[in-house]
């Protein structure tokens, strides 16, 4: 039985939890892309939202490249792509890098922070756009030698994720079984008391 893009998403929302924001529940990560684009005026609201993200010394280490659908910054990112995510990615209609400058402006020594920083940036744009009504995708698996060839980023960007953005289409429209589960698989967390401590593994006493 086949399940529409909707049914999929209620299926991938984390149960409610009274006082946290929705938004934070509701985001998951579809691979399943519709044909469907970004406005403009929804791609300047969530770079708009990454702007206000907090970093240290308020360096603002975070740049983004974004490959509309069709352009050659698209085909560079998607050619950037590692095997596995080139089956799914290239249908989304925008295609972002994030890179992280390496060192700080006012003395040129290194930001320790710059990685940080970019990693916050990106949890802005993704929450931004899934409160937009879209998906995103972060991808670890990029060719980093290849992007930095094709894209020409300078030697003191650092590149992190490449986020595959759009709209979610259903499962189906991914043509692939394995794509197909992995879209439909549960979504697991681990339990708060593996990740907060009182002191070193020992569970904090949330009760
Ligand atoms: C930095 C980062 C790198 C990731 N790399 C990939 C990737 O290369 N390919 C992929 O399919 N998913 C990738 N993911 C997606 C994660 O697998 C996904 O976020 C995780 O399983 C949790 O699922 P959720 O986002 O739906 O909650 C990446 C996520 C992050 C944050």
């Not at 009274?18 to 469907?36: C, H, K, N, Q």
């Not at 390496?102 to 990685?115: D, T, Y």
């Not at 970019?118 to 698996?141: E, F, K, N, P």
């Amino acid at each position: 039985m086949s399940a529409s893009a909707s049914e999929v998403a209620s299926q991938k929302h984390a149960p409610k939890i009274d006082g946290v924001l929705p938004i934070f529940l509701e985001r998951w990560s579809a691979r399943a892309f519709s044909p469907r684009e970004v406005s403009k005026q929804d791609l300047q609201r969530i770079f708009e939202a990454v702007r206000w993200t907090p970093s240290s010394n308020n360096e603002q280490p975070w740049r983004y490249i974004v490959g509309l659908r069709g352009t050659s910054t698209h085909e560079k990112i998607r050619e950037s792509l590692m095997g596995f995510n080139q089956a799914w990615a290239p249908k989304a209609p925008v295609l972002i890098v994030g890179l992280a400058k390496s060192n700080l402006s006012h003395n040129g020594s290194p930001n320790h922070f710059a990685f940080y920083d970019l990693g916050a940036a990106c949890a802005y744009l993704v929450l931004q756009a899934a409160a937009l009504g879209m998906t995103t995708h972060q991808m670890g698996g990029v060719d980093r030698e290849k992007a930095r060839t094709l894209l020409e980023i300078p030697a003191d960007y650092e590149i992190g994720a490449a986020i595959a953005l759009g709209y979610q289409d259903s499962p189906e429209s991914l043509g692939n079984e394995e794509l197909i589960k992995r879209e439909l698989a549960p979504r697991q967390r681990k339990p708060l008391n593996e990740i907060v401590f009182s002191a070193w593994g020992q569970p904090l006493d949330l009760k």
